[in-house]
């Protein structure tokens, strides 16, 4: 029986991996802060209406957690649970920098399992 891999079911794997997975919320969260401009990092907002980077209402608190993250390591058990609750709205973001076939991948396991 072959399992049918839909668009859908990629957005819901996605979702559910940055609202639980710490290394999947975490490499969203620092590549998502990649893609803001250097004045987005800089003070911490949202500047430019690009369709990339973090929303107005998440650019200060996910700005800060990026920065953090990137020079300690890591996030408190508070900070973490805020990015689980704030960064599951980025899938389309990650689905469009990832790579298609290995998500398919990754879905498909979680299908058959």
């Given at each position: 029986m072959e399992t049918t ?57 996910l700005s800060s957690f ?48």
């Amino acid at each position: 029986m072959e399992t049918t891999i839909t668009k859908e079911s990629i957005k819901i794997y996605v979702k559910n991996q940055l609202f639980s997975n710490e290394l999947w919320a975490t490499k969203a969260l620092s590549k998502i802060f990649d893609f803001q401009t250097y004045e987005e990092k800089m003070y911490e907002n949202t500047e430019v209406d690009n369709g990339v980077g973090f929303t107005g209402a998440d650019a200060k608190i996910l700005s800060s957690f990026a920065k953090q993250y990137k020079s300690r390591g890591f996030l408190s058990p508070k900070q973490m649970y805020i990015l689980h609750k704030r960064i599951p709205k980025y899938w389309n973001q990650i689905i469009n920098i990832s790579d298609e076939e290995k998500l398919k991948i990754m879905v498909a396991k979680t299908l058959i399992s």
